[in-house]
């Protein structure tokens, strides 16, 4: 027991500066769903009992709470286990279904610095006989839509491209990738996690096919996702049993993480612009401190196509390992994905850093609890552990 709440201590003692790996549950998000977990504690797929209506009812509310910020029918959005399985089922499904329609495997597009759980599904169908091209962006991570039109070839079937960059935050040119996929019949899909609660964004006008979001970024409870499906695109399930979800997701439903994912969502967007304000100023606060008092850094990403939310930059001269072990007892940050098992990010890699570089760099990333005087100090402490290493 004194160990555990130790542990407790030292984490409430760390400075906070990885929202981007996921986010703490909102109190009133944890509110919501508390009446799920023991009094309407029904079935959502029992509609002969009077607890599976509550629940079914509490299901299909949580859907179009959802699909309203999303601008889309209620019926497209379908619940998954979270962001992974949204970018399996929409990758593998689809392909594997229009794979059946023609008699054979197509051409599959997508960036070198997608989320993992986008390019492992690609790979898996490269071994079932699909053709793979991974784009390498310029040094500021964006995609040029120069750089798709060359990777189209006849047969090409579908196109990944992520909203918002995980790693380095930058905002690729959805709209224009989109006209080029729509004009030639290619499904467009995107995963938006990172970009879900941070913006405004309309998925049909941008012409996205599939999109994929989650509850763990927007203060929403884990364990809850969705695809958001266009009606009529071919999708073979990953798991059968119940026919859940129209069939595309057996399964029952967890309806507490449902209503919580809605009542997050409610909450990210009734202050989504006074937020991305005050982030927008926190953020460049700290980038304005880290560089007059560090001057070469080099910032990873572009800095004006970017999430208002994050900072990732390199320390030349100075050993990673090193830097983060120093780190770890002061500020919760990242080098990486929260999905990268500490290996160097394949993103930093793909935009130009050598593997000294990608493992001697930091992703920090704002929260809603960030102020001001956080920001000093998380500034002060990563310049005072830079020089003593380089000392």
């Not at 029904?42 to 509609?47: D, I, K, T």
């Not at 070198?112 to 690609?122: K, N």
């Not at 009606?231 to 049993?241: A, F, K, M, V, Y």
């Not at 612009?273 to 070469?296: C, I, V």
Request: glycine share 8%; net charge positive.
């Amino acid at each position: 027991m004194k160990r555990k709440t130790a542990l407790v201590t030292d984490q409430k003692a760390l400075l906070h500066f990885d929202y981007q790996a996921t986010t703490p549950c909102d109190p009133e998000v944890v509110d919501a769903m508390q009446p799920y977990w023991c009094d309407y504690w029904g079935n959502a797929s029992s509609l002969q009992s009077r607890s599976g209506l509550y629940a079914s009812a509490a299901v299909g509310l949580a859907r179009d709470q959802l699909a309203a910020y999303l601008r889309v029918n209620p019926q497209r959005l379908i619940f998954t286990s979270g962001a992974t399985e949204a970018n399996n089922l929409a990758l593998l499904g689809h392909a594997r279904a229009r794979a059946l329609e023609v008699g054979r495997p197509g051409h599959l597009i997508t960036v070198a610095t997608e989320h993992q759980s986008v390019i492992d599904p690609l790979i898996q169908l490269q071994r079932e006989g699909f053709r793979l091209t991974r784009i390498t962006p310029s040094p500021d991570g964006l995609l040029s839509c120069d750089q798709l039109l060359d990777a189209f070839e006849i047969d090409t079937i579908l196109v990944s491209v992520m909203m918002a960059n995980n790693e380095i935050g930058v905002l690729q040119p959805l709209a224009e990738l989109g006209k080029l996929c729509s004009e030639r019949g290619v499904t467009f899909h995107c995963d938006a996690v990172q970009a879900f609660g941070q913006m405004y964004f309309d998925i049909d006008k941008i012409g996205i096919d599939f999109l994929t979001i989650t509850g763990h970024k927007i203060y929403g409870p884990k364990g809850i996702g969705a695809l958001v499906v266009k009606s009529n695109l071919p999708l073979i399930p990953l798991q059968w049993g119940g026919g859940q979800e129209t069939g595309l997701r057996s399964g029952t439903v967890p309806v507490p993480l449902a209503v919580g994912f809605a009542k997050a969502a409610e909450i990210t967007f009734q202050s989504l612009e006074k937020s991305q304000a005050r982030y927008l100023y926190l953020r460049n606060q700290l980038w304005k401190r880290l560089s007059l008092e560090l001057p070469d850094l080099q910032l990873n990403g572009s800095f004006d196509q970017r999430l208002s939310n994050n900072l990732n930059f390199t320390i030349p001269g100075i050993k990673g390992s090193s830097l983060h072990r120093a780190l770890r007892s002061l500020i919760q940050c990242s080098n990486g994905s929260a999905c990268s098992n500490g290996k160097p990010s394949h993103v930093l890699r793909a935009i130009g850093r050598t593997k000294e570089e990608a493992e001697a760099s930091i992703r920090l990333s704002i929260g809603r609890t960030t102020t001001i005087d956080h920001i000093n100090r998380a500034a002060h402490l990563i310049v005072k552990t830079v020089r003593d290493l380089r000392s």
